[in-house]
């Protein structure tokens, strides 16, 4: 096993505000419109509420195996420092709080980041939140993480490309990036966009752009010049008999890739 990583915390300074080439203004504009309702089970993000058990699940037992950890043990990754890049209001940094690593959380939308500050307090959770792009994080010396978590969030940035790059460059040696998003094809197409949206009503109408989707393949590319072993994907999977999802060998709509750094 490794020694952890402690990632340094924000310069102090004036009022925070979100700035960077990542940003995409409608899609900030768009989940802070929805910013009060992260947190309601039934709300808009009820979806993720449902989907968060199996990515919690997967990031958990990556980690554990990547850090020689028992995930049964209380407070399993005590130590270890971890970053949730584009947070929203905060429904993964909690749980990974709860494990034992020491979060920072960041959001392009500032209404996002006050939910999940609000939240987290009523929890009695001490969590870094910060209004903030990974390219503000990377400038002000913030890291490295022995974590770096970027679910779901690649779709809705301006350039994918240099986004993930940063993000990658905030991996502590030894250190672990997960990525999530919903992969490029005609099924995703079918069922992760015209059905979740239109027909199933799982998420507003307008939430995803598919043509924004990555293939696992140009994730590799992205990172193909980074000094990253990468790996995956690895599928997750809706049953609906059971109502619950969990990793599958189907990565045609959700998947997940790894990115490990010597």
Not at 129 to 137: C, G, I, K, P, S
Not at 147 to 166: C, K, M, N, R, Y
Not at 195 to 212: C, F, M, S
């Amino acid at each position: 096993m490794r020694k952890p990583q402690t990632g340094q915390g924000f310069a102090d300074g004036p009022p925070e505000t979100a700035q960077g080439p990542s940003i995409d203004p409608a899609d900030v504009a768009r989940f802070s419109a929805q910013a009060a309702e992260w947190w309601d089970a039934r709300g808009p993000f009820a979806p993720l509420h449902r989907f968060n058990p199996a990515r919690l699940a997967f990031i958990r037992d990556r980690a554990a195996e990547r850090f020689g950890r028992d995930p049964k043990t209380r407070e399993a990754f005590a130590g270890l420092s971890l970053i949730d890049i584009g947070c929203g209001g905060g429904l993964i940094a909690e749980p990974m709080r709860r494990m034992g690593f020491e979060v920072t959380a960041v959001d392009a939308s500032s209404e996002n980041i006050g939910t999940a500050r609000a939240h987290a307090a009523e929890q009695g959770l001490d969590i870094a939140y910060r209004a903030a792009t990974v390219e503000q994080v990377e400038a002000e010396g913030v890291g490295p993480f022995d974590v770096v978590l970027v679910l779901e969030i690649i779709e809705h940035v301006a350039d994918p490309g240099a986004f993930l790059q940063t993000c990658s460059r905030l991996i502590a040696p030894g250190g672990i990036m997960v990525v999530a998003s919903l992969n490029r094809t005609l099924k995703s197409l079918a069922l992760g966009k015209i059905a979740a949206e239109y027909i199933l009503r799982w998420v507003p109408a307008g939430t995803h752009d598919w043509r924004q989707f990555p293939k696992p393949d140009e994730i590799r590319l992205m990172l193909s010049a980074e000094p990253v072993a990468v790996t995956g994907p690895f599928g997750l999977t809706y049953d609906p008999l059971s109502d619950r999802w969990g990793e599958s060998a189907d990565a045609d709509i959700n998947f997940m890739m790894l990115a490990m750094r010597d």
